[in-house]
């Protein structure tokens, strides 16, 4: 026959069952501890990603502003070279017509290039005749 009979079997069986119902809660609560502990340390790592790729983006732009104002700057550079040498061609345009007038005698007198105007005769003799004045209007 079994030790301690049947009913001691059942408690026996009870206390087993209840070490071993103690046994899996523990470990679920471990797993449950450890699983909450990646948890927050994968919230803890994408905040400091998050953080990073803002600062990164920050240095980012950073670097991007600061090609894009040199950029500018070069562009500016370029713009002031380029209109310097239009200028410069300019300034020998004049320098050349300068020279080309003042090594001869380009005198004009303006009074050959007067037009002298005859007017033809006033052929409307009707004209000449003057207009009576109106009648005044009576009041």
Do not use: C, W
């Amino acid at each position: 026959m079994a030790r301690g009979g049947f009913f001691a079997g059942l408690q026996r069986a009870a206390r087993v069952a209840a070490r071993e119902n103690e046994r899996r809660a523990r470990q679920s609560a471990r797993e449950h501890a450890a699983l909450g502990r990646r948890v927050e340390q994968a919230r803890k790592a994408e905040s400091r990603a998050r953080t990073e790729m803002v600062k990164a983006d920050a240095a980012h732009r950073k670097l991007r502003k600061r090609e894009a104002q040199e950029a500018h700057v070069e562009t500016m550079l370029a713009d002031v070279e380029e209109r310097n040498q239009q200028l410069a061609e300019v300034y020998e345009d004049i320098d050349t017509l300068l020279e080309a007038t003042l090594s001869r005698d380009d005198h004009v007198d303006l009074n050959t290039l007067r037009v002298v105007v005859t007017h033809p005769p006033f052929d409307r003799t009707d004209l000449e005749i003057r207009t009576p004045e109106p009648a005044p209007i009576p009041n």
